[in-house]
Structures are given as structure tokens and as C-alpha cells.
């Protein structure tokens, strides 16, 4: 009789822990991760694979990112070619069917988003990363909602007894992150038209969002390292234009923008592009609040 109990007590508090156990989350970018964890809140681990300080094109792929994604229920990347460098290999290795294309634990974040800056032709011999279109689309706010809303149906597929959690989690966010955008768009708008110059075509979708204009770039073309013809016919362009900033993310070498800088007297902004790149930046909505308030600053300073 004792016996039977204690298998039934064991079966009982294995149930248990299984009903209670998170949802595994992994996340390519801390970004996604941050949108992950307002949406699933207390019922998920979130696991980014990316540093905040990182590009993310380019990886160092660790052997404990297989660990993790092999633990997984759920992978989000961002999609267009923005992981092709060093995801795929992990997937494999990692031997999960939960996370693998067409799976319910397998997310592309860019799904249902618009994508600019598509080409008609790509030769990636000659280094361009963007070949299906431009993949910075979470430095638009308004693109963040979106992936909020795809994050939220595909965890209330994985999990669909706490599909109203997740689901007023996400009416939740997307109720703060509305009203801080309508704060920042009046932060900018005395700015609209701004002409800006930036390292990589990193931030297009920003400066669509919030009416700046994006005149040229340090690099030739996305992932090609800058060149002296190119900075040198670069520059002219920024004294005629009055360019007033350089937006470069923290992971770029100094020497190049700072080159430009001092030839057109432009100021150098470092735009931390991923959530948790500054003790200031530790959530989405705080990556903009920081990063806004950094331009204007500088935009004042100049004007």
C-alpha cells in the first residue's frame, strides 16, 4: 500500500513539475529576446545567442549554443539572411525537431514585416550581406509590434493553456509601446528631414520612421569594409549636405568615423542597436528612449 502511494505521490510531483516547467526560448539577437520576454513574462526563459555589443551578421558561433538550442522550444531569428553566417550549422548540430523550418518552435520574426531596400540582383562575391532586403527592421518600433503579435501565436501554439496570458501580455506591451512612439515622434518631429550619414545600412527603417534622411554610408556597400576613394568622395558630399551626425553601431572600428567627423564636423553618435548594448538600453522600449534622446541631444548641440 505504501509502495503504490509513493508511485503515485512521484507521478504526482513529476505532473507537476512538467505543468509548471518554462518554455525554452531561444532567440538569435537580444532584441527578439527582449520581445520574447514581454510576451511569455514568467512562463519562459529567453536565451539570446547574440551579444547586444555584437554585429550580427558575423557570430562567434559557441559550442554552448548547441547545448541551448538543442534544449529549445522555440527558436526566433530574425530572418533575411541576417544569421546565414552561423545559424544554420548550430541548427543542425543541435538536432532538435522542434525548431526546424515548418515546426511549431521555429519563428522567423521578419515574416509579415516590410522590408525595404530589396534587390533586384545580388552578387554576394562581391561581400553585399543584405541580399534579400535590408534586415535591421526592429530599429523600427512600429515593426516590433509586429513581431510582439507573431511572438504571442506562436507561443499560444506551443502552449495553448496559457494563450490568454500571453495574449494579454501582448495587449499590454502593445499599449505602452504605442504611447511611447507617439512620444517619440514629437520628440523628432522639430528634426524631420534631418540628413544623416550612417557605417552600415543599419538604421533605414529608423530613419523612415522617423523622418531623417539617410545620405550615405561609410561602407560601399553592406559588409564591404570602407575604402579611401570611397571616404574621400564621401566627404565632399557631407560639407555640401551639412551633415550633422555619423550613426555608427558599437561594434564598428573608431578610426574611419572619426576621419569623417573631423573633415565635415559632424558628431559621431554610437547607436546601440540591440537591447542591452548600454546599462541604459535594458528593454525595447528603453533601447529607443535612450538612443532618441542621444540624437536630439547632439542635433541641439549642432543647431
Not at 20 to 37: C, E, F, P, Q, W
Not at 203 to 216: D, I, K, Q, S
Not at 279 to 295: A, R
Request: aromatic share 8%; charged share 20%; proline share 7%.
Amino acid at each position: 500500500m505504501k509502495y503504490h502511494m509513493c508511485l503515485c505521490l512521484l507521478f504526482v510531483l513529476s505532473w507537476a513539475s512538467v505543468a509548471h516547467a518554462k518554455l525554452n526560448v531561444v532567440a538569435t539577437t537580444s532584441d527578439l529576446g527582449a520581445i520574447a520576454r514581454e510576451i511569455g513574462k514568467d512562463k519562459v526563459e529567453v536565451t539570446s545567442l547574440a551579444k547586444p555589443t555584437e554585429d550580427p551578421h558575423f557570430v562567434d558561433a559557441k559550442p554552448s549554443f548547441i547545448v541551448k538550442l538543442n534544449k529549445a522550444d522555440m527558436l526566433i531569428e530574425g530572418g533575411l539572411h541576417l544569421e546565414i553566417g552561423w545559424l544554420p550549422n548550430l541548427v543542425v548540430g543541435a538536432r532538435n525537431q522542434k525548431i526546424l523550418t515548418g515546426n511549431s518552435g521555429y519563428l522567423i520574426a521578419s515574416a509579415g514585416v516590410p522590408i525595404i531596400e530589396v534587390p533586384t540582383s545580388v552578387d554576394r562575391a562581391k561581400g553585399d550581406v543584405h541580399p534579400l532586403g535590408n534586415p535591421h527592421f526592429m530599429l523600427d518600433p512600429l515593426n516590433g509590434k509586429i513581431v510582439a503579435m507573431h511572438i504571442c501565436d506562436q507561443l499560444c501554439q506551443i502552449d495553448a493553456a496559457n494563450c490568454n496570458y500571453y495574449k494579454d501580455n501582448l495587449k499590454d506591451f502593445t499599449k505602452r509601446l504605442e504611447q511611447k512612439f507617439s512620444e517619440w515622434q514629437k520628440t523628432l518631429e522639430p528634426f524631420r528631414g534631418t540628413k544623416i550619414v550612417t557605417y552600415h545600412k543599419t538604421f533605414p527603417y529608423f530613419a523612415n520612421r522617423f523622418n531623417l534622411n539617410v545620405v550615405g554610408t561609410l561602407e560601399p556597400k553592406p559588409g564591404i569594409p570602407p575604402s579611401p576613394t570611397h571616404i574621400n568622395s564621401l566627404i565632399p558630399m557631407m560639407k555640401n549636405e551639412g551633415i550633422k551626425l555619423i550613426l555608427i553601431e558599437p561594434f564598428r572600428e573608431r578610426k574611419t568615423p572619426e576621419f569623417a567627423a573631423s573633415q565635415t564636423g559632424a558628431k559621431i553618435i554610437v547607436f546601440p542597436i540591440m537591447v542591452g548594448s548600454q546599462k541604459e538600453t535594458g528593454d525595447y522600449l528603453s533601447l529607443f528612449d535612450y538612443t532618441i534622446n542621444q540624437i536630439v541631444s547632439a542635433l541641439k548641440a549642432k543647431s
